[in-house]
């Protein structure tokens, strides 16, 4: 099993900056891939970023440019690096890893856009 805790959420205005953690424990040599969504009220849950196990990324279009993930595999944790930040990205944000085929998921922490 793998066990994920969000941190760094919070109010920011819009334009600024802030940068989501997800650290991993239990089973992570098993990972194979990990990933950001987000999910508005009343919208669907959407990808932000995902990363795979090798490195590889790739970002949904509204965010491009914008968003970066990374992995520090020392630290066993996933970050999303989000600047430029927009009103309509506000929303809770959820961590994912996918290992042996089964997904997990974290409490997800809240990001809000606002001036």
């Known amino acids: 099993q793998v066990q994920l805790v969000e941190s760094g959420g919070g109010l920011v205005q819009p334009g600024g900056s802030l940068r989501l953690s997800c650290a991993t424990s239990?089973?992570?040599?098993?990972?194979?891939?990990m990933g950001w969504y987000r999910q508005a009220p009343g919208k669907q849950r959407e990808l932000v970023a995902a990363?795979?196990?090798?490195?590889?990324?790739n970002y949904a279009d509204s965010v491009k440019g914008r968003f970066t993930i990374s992995r520090d595999n020392v630290k066993n944790t996933v970050y999303l690096q989000m600047n430029s930040l927009k009103p309509e990205d506000t929303a809770v944000y959820y961590c994912?890893?996918?290992?042996?085929?089964?997904?997990?998921w974290g409490q997800g922490t809240q990001v809000t856009v606002s001036s």
């Open positions: 994912k890893a996918v290992a042996d085929r089964l997904a997990y």
């Open positions: 239990g089973s992570i040599f098993s990972i194979d891939a």
């Open positions: 990363i795979t196990s090798g490195g590889s990324t």
